[in-house]
Every structure is written in C-alpha cells, then in structure tokens.
C-alpha cells in the first residue's frame, strides 16, 4: 500500500521534514544520558531543525533511534508554524489561527470510528515476557534533575473506561522504574486519571498501551482537552474525513495505531505506586522537592517497526523556544477555551496562550462591534468568562486571562502586553477568582505563598471603559494605524532611496 500522507505516518512525516530541509540526520553516536536532550534542548531554543539521532549509544536490535522537537517552531523564520500545521497536513505558510481551526474543525461532526485492520508496521518485532529489560533501552535522561530515564514523553496514552465505550488519547509522562516496570503521572481531573479511578472502583489493574510515533494528527487530538467522553480516535477520524487504521494489542484489547513506530502495553496496577519524577516540566522548572507517588505500569508486551524504530520525545522546559508543551499543550487549550466561550454566545473571535508566560496566560480576543449588542461592562464580562473558563478542564492549565480587543492580535505577544500595560489599571480592572481549581504544576501554586490546589487565577480587563459601548477614542500610534494610506504608500515606495 502506497505510504499515507505525513499528518497519518509518523514515518512519513518524519521525510518530509526532511525535504522541508527542517531535520538534521545525526548519525555520529550520541548518549541517552543527557547529551540527546541537551541537543534537543537547544534545539527549541535557538528554533534549529529537528535532530534525529540515527546512532543512539545502546541502542540494539532495532531500538531505537529518537526524533527530538518534534513540536517545535521550524527553522525557516519565514515559516515558523511549518513543522506544527504539518502535523495536520495544512499548508507550510498556515498561522497558528488556521491551525487551531483546524483542530476545531470537526466540532459539531459525528466522530468517524477506527478501522481495525489485521496487521500493521508496528506488529513486525514484538518482545514479550523475559525479552523484556526496559533498562537495556535507550531511554533518555533529559534534564540532569530528572528523577528517571522518561522513555514516555511523545507516546500516546491508551486507556479504555472499563463500562463506557470511551476510549481515552492523551498524553502523559512516564519513566522507567525497572526491567518490566514504568512509573508514571496520572493527575486529575486528567481524563486518564478519570478512568484510572474507575478501575480502581471495579478492583481491576487498567489495561494501557502507550503508540509511540504515532500518526501526527492523533497526537494533536491526544493533547487537546477534548470533551468528556469523547474517543479521540473518532474526532480524528472526523478531522481527516476517514477512519484511521488501529491494530489490536498483543496482551489486552486495547487498539493501536497501525503505523506506530513502538507500542508498550500492560496493565496500570491500581495498587502499587512508586516514586515519580522530579521532571524537568512545562514551566521551565525541575524542583528538587518533588515526591510524588505515582502508579506503576507493568509492561506485558512491546511491539515495534522493522528498520529501527524511532523513538519520538519532547524535552519540556524554558519556552525561550517553545517545546511541545507550549506548542501543542498551550495551543490545543486555547482551541478548547475558544469554542466553550464562542457556544456560551460570547463575541470571542480568537484564544491564545502566548509562549513568553509559558502558556500560563491566554489572551481573549473580542469583538469589540459585537461586544457593545451585549450592553455589558468588565466586570460583569470578564467574571462570566472567569466562571465558564475556570470551572472547564480546558481552562485547567490556564491562571490569567486577558481580554483584548480586535485591533489586538492574539498571537503576537507585543499587541498582548501592549494592551495589558496600558489598559488594564491595576485594583480596579483584574477579577480574581480563589475559589476554582488551580493547575498544580504553576510554581507560583506548587512552591508558591497559598493554598496548592485551588485559586491564584484572575481575568485582566485589557479594554477601556468606552471600548464597551462605542469605537476606540483614540489613534493607535505606529506605522500601520498614525498615518493616512497615501503617506504610508509613498513612504514604501521612497523607503529604499532613504537609504534606511
Ligand atoms: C503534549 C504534551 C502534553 C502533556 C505532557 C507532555 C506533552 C509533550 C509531556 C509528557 C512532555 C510533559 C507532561 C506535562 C504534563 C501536563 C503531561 C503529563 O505528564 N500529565 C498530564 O496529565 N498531561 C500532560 N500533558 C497534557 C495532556 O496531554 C493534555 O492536557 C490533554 O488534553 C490530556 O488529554 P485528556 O483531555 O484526554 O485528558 N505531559
Ligand atoms: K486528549
Ligand atoms: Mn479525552
């Protein structure tokens, strides 16, 4: 069969980084412990292409070579969204407005369920039993605090409601703990910590796999806070206008992407915990305190491609140059946050977490013509886009709102802090709501002066009085907006002869 289109290959997708001269083949040997993370690191951070490591010191019988910043910014300047919207089979010159229309395209549509098909690439190796010894993989180190080697960073989570027919995408980290055992974070109100307890009611280990490599576009869908209930698989399916293609596991009856580059299956013990983390995490923090007990996945099974499987893996930290955390995490809830507000009949055109507050912020874009109909002021507006934003799960990750006008771009960060420095007056024009659930992992919640779990969170007014009734009392003053389209076209024109 011809090889499908990279947004449903992750091999695919992986060549056509390449001829988007976006990945680096790095075939000199590198070490798990630290240096491949380093690399990919700085990857991010100074937007380089995409390292993939062909020479992993360790690495044996077909396991495995990685594929570092997969979600990262590309490294044309001039398309720096290139590498995301292909995970979506979008056009290189997408916006990251398209790409969230994208993913909220299918909102509305009945989900198109899964195919299983007999076999696939992923099934052509497969290790069971004492073939098992996950501390002879590569699994890389990748921040020098980490508390263990996170083989799980990229992979898709698969979890089954044990009555319910949900089946449960999402992405959420684990490390190896021993020869057969994995420790990872299941936290609420996740939606695989909502299934995980629903095991744990019906006294049952929960059956997992982990697809690593999967098909782009169901990592989107596994990283966005879709609702409640819905299969991610089926939104997927609706995205692409066809089912994806998912082979049945060798150990349990959980379904895997075809295609997958490696699938780790078993069982989550719904009794035995074990010490999980420290992580380097989203926010640009490893703490040293961290003690979390965590469940442990026991391992039954793991599968993988002929022609030396890669290992896809996200190093998360400083959003200097944003990581997945920031690209996908920050993104998809924003696509979330953007669709609760526009079916509650609020004029939002647009929801972004800009990278520079590490996607701890969102800004809120309203149409302001649409805005004067509702006959409203900040108060009363920004405390009901609190209430409905703060009490979602797709607003869980989220502690500041702002909403901006339309003159505004939310996804350029100087418009942002633009109209929070100048508009919103301190004491009087910031809501602030104590009594919601936080995100645990903020440091400002974690380390931080209060309470951990609940509070912190607060909407910014960044629109003046009038702006609520009536058009903007002033002129913006830049290029674009101080000066009449005559006197800008002959500026153009003559920019050059000035020698500027
Ligand atoms: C894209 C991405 C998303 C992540 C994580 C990561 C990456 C790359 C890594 C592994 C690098 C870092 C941690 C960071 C950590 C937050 C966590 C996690 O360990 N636990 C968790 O509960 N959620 C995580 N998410 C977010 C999660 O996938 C989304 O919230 C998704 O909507 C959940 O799906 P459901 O809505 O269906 O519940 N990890
Ligand atoms: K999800
Ligand atoms: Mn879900």
């Known amino acids: 069969t011809s090889t499908p289109p990279p947004h449903l290959d992750f091999r695919a997708f992986v060549d056509a980084l390449r001829s988007d001269d976006d990945l ?7 070490d798990p412990n630290l240096e491949v993370a380093a690399v990919t690191r700085r990857a991010y951070e100074l937007q380089s292409k995409a390292p993939l490591f062909h020479n992993i010191k360790g690495a044996h019988d077909g396991l495995f070579r990685i594929l570092g910043a997969s979600g990262g910014l590309s490294s044309d300047p001039q398309f720096p969204y290139r590498r995301l919207v292909r995970h979506v089979g979008l056009s290189p010159n997408a916006s990251l407005g398209d790409f969230i229309d994208k993913m909220l395209s299918a909102k509305g549509k009945p989900g198109i369920p899964p195919v299983h098909v007999e076999t696939g690439p992923c099934k052509e190796n497969k290790l069971f039993g004492n073939d098992i010894d996950l501390t002879k993989l590569p699994a890389p180190l990748l921040n020098k605090a980490d508390g263990g080697n996170y083989i799980q960073t990229m992979g898709i989570n698969i979890v089954q409601h044990p009555t319910k027919a949900w089946v449960n995408w999402s992405i959420a980290r684990a490390m190896v703990l021993d020869k057969t055992r994995m420790v990872g974070l299941i936290m609420k109100p996740q939606h695989i910590a909502r299934i995980y307890a ?4 019906s006294g049952k280990d929960m059956p997992f796999a982990i697809a690593l490599g999967a098909p782009p576009i169901a990592v989107m869908a596994s990283s966005m806070p879709l609702p409640e209930g819905v299969t991610e698989s089926e939104y997927v399916g609706a995205l692409c206008g066809e089912p994806l293609e998912l082979v049945k596991c060798e150990t349990n009856d959980l379904y895997v992407p075809a295609r997958s580059e490696i699938v ?3 069982t989550v013990s719904i009794t035995e915990r074990a ?12 703490f040293l305190d961290e003690e979390l007990m965590e469940p442990i996945y026991n391992v039954a099974a793991i599968t993988y491609r002929s022609g030396n499987a890669i290992l896809p893996i996200s190093v998360p930290g400083r959003a200097t140059g944003p990581d997945e955390t920031h690209t996908l995490i920050g993104t998809l809830a924003s696509a979330e946050i953007r669709q609760l507000l526009q079916e509650n009949g609020l004029p939002v055109l647009n929801v972004f977490t800009p990278y520079e507050t590490q996607v701890i912020w969102a800004a809120v874009q309203v149409d302001r013509k649409k805005l004067w109909e509702l006959e409203t002021n900040a108060e009363e507006f920004c405390r009901k886009i609190g209430q409905l934003v703060f009490r979602r799960k797709c607003g869980m990750q989220i502690h500041r709102l702002l909403i901006v006008g339309d003159d505004i771009d939310p996804f350029n960060f100087k418009d ?3 109209s929070y420095a100048s508009r919103c007056r301190p004491g009087m024009d910031e809501y602030h709501f104590e009594d919601v659930a936080a995100y645990p992992l903020v440091p400002y919640m974690s380390h931080g002066p209060g309470a951990k779990l609940t509070g912190g969170k607060v909407v910014a007014n960044c629109l003046l009085p009038h702006e609520y009734k009536q058009e903007q009392m002033w002129v913006t003053c830049d290029f674009e907006n101080g000066y009449p389209e005559e006197i800008k076209e002959r500026v153009l024109r003559r920019w050059s002869d000035f020698g500027l």
């Open 198 to 201: 629903q095991w744990m009611e």
């Open 275 to 286: 010490k999980e983390g420290p992580f380097g995490e989203m926010h640009g923090y490893s």
């Open 24 to 30: 680096a083949d790095i075939n000199a040997e590198v």
């Open 416 to 418: 942002v802090i633009w």
């Open 264 to 266: 780790i299956e078993g």
